[in-house]
């Protein structure tokens, strides 16, 4: 099992330059990666930091690490722009980007608040042509594409990223929907629809279900969120099929407390 390190983009933890360096901290302290929240707003006056600009400077500032979204929200975002970010930072980073995507949560402040579409539907919609598109565009070749959504005439994108970036997708259990949807790509970050800690038989339940609508051979990532697992639970979530742990701070947690927990390293 591997274990990042996921914050979010708002309050405390907007300043870009505190997560630069909580980032390198991750780095030097053993930690496997570094992903960040894609929030647009929060509540009046709360700051908010773009997170692909926080991951361009994370990129640079690091070596090891895998970094990525942990997730944005398609819905909200123009594919081809967001593809474009995403082989940007890929570059930047020399082929460590993770793409970590969801509908987005919660919808009536990240798309209401903007006069966005709200309803699940459409915004799962939006996600599928979405990807479809990041990933031909992602491919170099003339690519087009005509959805309900979206529209892309004929055109050719460079550079394209230095590996295939692998794609996670996020959604709530026990709505099986995403978990259909995650299984076209290369991984799932599947949380509870209240909020609860997975348990290790809801994993397993989860990548049963998987299993039965993957199509590829190649490696295959679950991810877990919340408190880092210790002793036996390791042991029994890696039966499970988990891969990765994702450690974020507590609600309210201040930066500088949370540092010294990143710093303790993931054993």
């Excluded at 983009?9 to 909580?22: D, H, K, M, T, W």
């Excluded at 070749?141 to 055109?155: C, K, S």
């Excluded at 988990?242 to 540092?259: H, I, N, Q, R, S």
Aim: a negative charge; glycine letters at 10%; one cysteine or more.
């Amino acid at each position: 099992m591997r274990f990042g390190i996921n914050v979010p983009n708002f309050g405390e933890y907007a300043n870009p330059r505190s997560l630069v360096q909580l980032a390198i901290e991750t780095e030097r302290a053993g930690w496997d990666g570094f992903f960040v929240w894609d929030h647009i707003v929060i509540g009046n006056g709360i700051p908010v930091a773009d997170p692909w600009v926080l991951l361009a400077a994370v990129a640079q500032a690091t070596e090891r690490v895998a970094i990525g979204p942990m997730v944005t929200p398609v819905p909200r975002r123009r594919p081809w722009v967001l593809a474009r970010q995403a082989a940007t930072v890929d570059h930047l980073s020399d082929g460590r980007l993770i793409l970590g995507v969801g509908t987005g949560f919660p919808a009536d402040v990240e798309f209401g608040t903007f006069n966005e579409p709200t309803s699940d539907r459409e915004r799962a919609e939006r996600l599928d042509e979405g990807l479809a598109i990041i990933q031909g565009i992602w491919s170099g070749e003339p690519f087009a594409y005509q959805g309900a959504h979206f529209q892309v005439r004929q055109t050719s994108f460079a550079p394209r990223p230095l590996r295939p970036i692998p794609i996670w997708v996020a959604g709530m259990w026990p709505n099986r929907a995403p978990f259909r949807r995650a299984a076209r790509y290369n991984g799932a970050y599947p949380i509870a629809d209240d909020f609860h800690r997975l348990s290790v038989a809801e994993i397993s339940e989860i990548a049963a279900y998987l299993d039965r609508f993957r199509t590829g051979s190649g490696p295959y990532d679950i991810v877990i969120g919340g408190h880092r697992p210790s002793g036996r639970q390791i042991s029994e979530y890696e039966a499970a099929g988990v891969t990765w742990c994702m450690v974020g701070p507590a609600e309210g947690e201040p930066l500088g407390k949370f540092t010294e927990l990143v710093a303790r390293g993931p054993s």
